[in-house]
């Protein structure tokens, strides 16, 4: 039953009295959440949007509304120009952060689909108890602190006795000087640190998108697969025009998904490679905490590299609805 | 069961049964290993830890550096734990709360204005907290609260996401025992408390643990707002260690085993609701 038809009954009763009541007790209870969410949530974005336009450094006492003009003026567009064109060095190095960020956004991709996807339809090919015992260990570093991450990675990579270089050397190979701190070398365009940096995420974050696959695959109806290999389909035909056709969906949302948290990872560049080496690894996320709370000249320009990224997620949050909207049908 | 033979044709038949679990038994070693090594190089002495080129086994085991991190006077490491456990906990119940109180008045009343006060709250899953960082951490210290816990729970005492997923197990409730208890009398809130929330324990459970851990490895926020290494939480003191002691590897890895172990002990036991709830997620 609705509860909409129980208003209907009782107003027809007569008796509006208690529907007045609920909607009194909804609005006390939402209207102090409500609040809370215009002060940390709203006026935060629009506090953060406002004062992209101001030169604004919190020591210096503003004359206006929460310290903005005066000594904090108002400089139209001027943080967004700088971080375009602009030859300080905070902007230089932005933009390098924009590039850096983009790359391993577009290395972490196809790698993390690459390992997820066919580990995901061999899982879901085994037994149940085996699947389940799987699915936990791979899903273990998801649930990790990533400082600790670092740490183990660090350990890793560290130069000479390091478990890489170690490994690489029991296999005949000669492992790099430096994993993490040489800016010389370079793959096909991508830094070694990069590259580095790359593969312990993913190392960190496939759990995530394996888990997501495997109940995606368990949610492709039994007939579906039954019906081809009774039409005559090999395994490989059922694979690729049964099973892939119907994942396509859930791939492209988990891009997206993967896209925008690939955007804002944090403390792996933070602690593992400090940006370096010469800024091969600084990214959008980086400079905006390093701007705002090491080197704190300009809130304003901070605020400007904000948007900035939150404009580049934006985009992706509405093609993800998008995305979640187009009914499927199997 | 009888299965036909036809039933469930898998990569098995592609790879073979061995095959398949050859590749994900390689993927386990694969994530177990860089895990391992660090456990058991916490095991070595210090001068097994300069040794180069270094064994991967110990060869006396030792639980020094766990012994030397937990009586080190000069870490305030009890303060550090306790940091982290009321910080967690509070989230939790407060988050809890919240989520299941909105989710309750979204799911089950009608009022004009419900859908965009919904979409007020929506806009918190919009906005990534990058955004939102600069400008709450001049909030933080309009409101005095830097450098205290409550710096890191007053921000976030709503979750838009928590109380999306409340809103849409409420809504599968059934009504008819709402309306019964109101004709007995009872108030609306004594229906959230003692109809609906008693019957909230796996989503409960769900948002609970989720909280729990995305608070107790949060490093950002934290690194922002909390300057005293006495008002440090786990992440943090494990950042100090690593910068502090570069000469002293045992330590910072006992460190970090110590800060893994009580999620990996939380994980061992609710795994399986982990996993779904992070499956949902990504559908929300």
Redesign the interface.
């Known amino acids: 039953m609705d509860i909409s038809s129980v208003f209907k009954k009782e107003t027809v009763n007569g008796t509006g009295k208690l529907m007045a009541r609920q909607r009194r007790f909804a609005y006390t209870s939402l209207v102090p959440i409500l609040l809370y969410m215009g002060l940390f949530t709203l006026f935060p974005i629009v506090f953060a949007m406002v004062m992209s336009f101001f030169s604004y450094t919190p020591i210096r006492e503003g004359s206006g509304f929460l310290g903005l003009g005066g000594a904090n003026p108002f400089v139209s567009i001027d943080n967004y120009i700088e971080l375009l064109t602009g030859t300080g060095k905070p902007a230089e190095v932005f933009r390098l952060a924009v590039r850096n960020t983009f790359l391993f956004t577009a290395l972490v991709l196809p790698l993390n689909l690459v390992i997820t996807l066919p580990l995901a339809v061999l899982l879901e090919s085994i037994g149940e108890r085996f699947k389940t015992l799987f699915r936990a260990i791979y899903f273990l570093p998801t649930i990790s602190s990533s400082v600790a991450i670092v740490i183990i990675w660090s350990y890793i990579y560290a130069p000479g006795w390091g478990l890489l270089s170690l490994m690489f050397k029991a296999v005949g190979l000669v492992p790099p000087k430096s994993w993490l701190q040489d800016p010389s070398t370079v793959y096909f365009g991508v830094p070694l640190a990069m590259i580095a940096v790359v593969v312990a995420h993913v190392w960190q974050d496939f759990g995530y998108n394996l888990v997501i696959f495997v109940a995606a695959l368990q949610s492709i109806p039994k007939t579906l697969r039954e019906a081809a290999r009774v039409d005559g389909a090999n395994v490989w035909q059922e694979f690729w025009l049964v099973v892939v056709p119907l994942l396509r969906r859930t791939v492209l949302l988990t891009s997206v998904l993967t896209v925008i948290s690939s955007l804002q990872v944090f403390v792996i560049f933070q602690l593992l490679t400090r940006g370096g080496p010469k800024n091969q690894t600084q990214t959008m996320l980086l400079s905006i905490y390093e701007n705002a709370f090491r080197f704190a000249n300009n809130l304003g320009l901070s605020a400007a590299m904000s948007m900035i990224l939150f404009i580049i997620i934006l985009t992706l949050t509405v093609t993800q609805f998008r995305i979640l909207r187009t009914e499927w049908e199997y | 069961m009888v299965t036909p033979p ?10 073979g049964k061995s095959g ?2 050859a ?2 038994i390689l ?2 070693v ?6 391992f ?2 456990m058991v ?1 916490s095991l070595k002495t210090d001068a097994e830890l300069r040794k ?3 064994d991967f086994f110990p060869q006396q085991p030792t639980f020094k550096h766990y012994t030397d991190i937990l009586t080190d006077e000069r870490i305030p490491l009890e303060r550090n734990v306790l940091n982290s456990v009321f910080v967690s906990l509070a989230r939790v119940v407060i988050t809890l709360f ?1 989520s299941s ?2 989710g309750y ?1 979204f799911a ?4 004009k204005g ?1 859908n965009l ?1 919904f979409g ?2 929506l ?2 899953i ?14 933080v ?1 309009r409101l005095g609260l830097i450098d205290s816990l409550w710096a890191l729970i007053i ?1 976030s ?2 979750d838009a996401y928590g109380i999306f997923m409340m809103k849409q197990f409420i809504e599968s409730m ?3 025992l709402m ?1 019964a208890a ?1 004709m007995d009398g009872a108030s ?2 004594g229906i959230y408390s003692r109809i609906i929330l008693p019957q909230m324990g796996p989503p409960l459970a769900s948002l609970g643990i989720f909280t729990f ?1 995305a608070t ?2 949060d ?2 926020w934290p690194l ?1 707002v909390l300057t005293s290494p006495e008002k440090r939480t ?2 943090l003191l ?2 100090w260690f ?1 910068t502090q002691h570069t000469s002293n ?1 045992g330590l ?2 006992a460190a ?1 085993i110590l ?2 172990l009580p ?2 002990f939380v ?1 061992i036991f609710l ?2 609701w ?2 779904d709830q ?2 949902q997620s ?2 929300k």
């Open positions: 036809v039933k469930r044709p898998s990569a098995g038949f592609i790879l398949v679990y590749v994900l993927g386990l694969a994530t177990l290993l860089p895990f090594y660090i190089s180069t080129p270094p919240t109180y909105a008045i089950k009343y009608h009022f419900k006060a007020v709250i806009i918190q919009m906005i990534p907290f990058q955004v939102v960082m600069i400008p709450n951490y001049l909030l210290v921000p005492m709503v059934p009504t008819e309306d109101r609306e809130f851990m107790w490895n490093y950002l922002i786990i992440p494990l950042v690593q590897q910072i890895l970090s800060t893994l999620i990996f994980y795994q399986r982990i996993v992070a499956t990504a559908f």
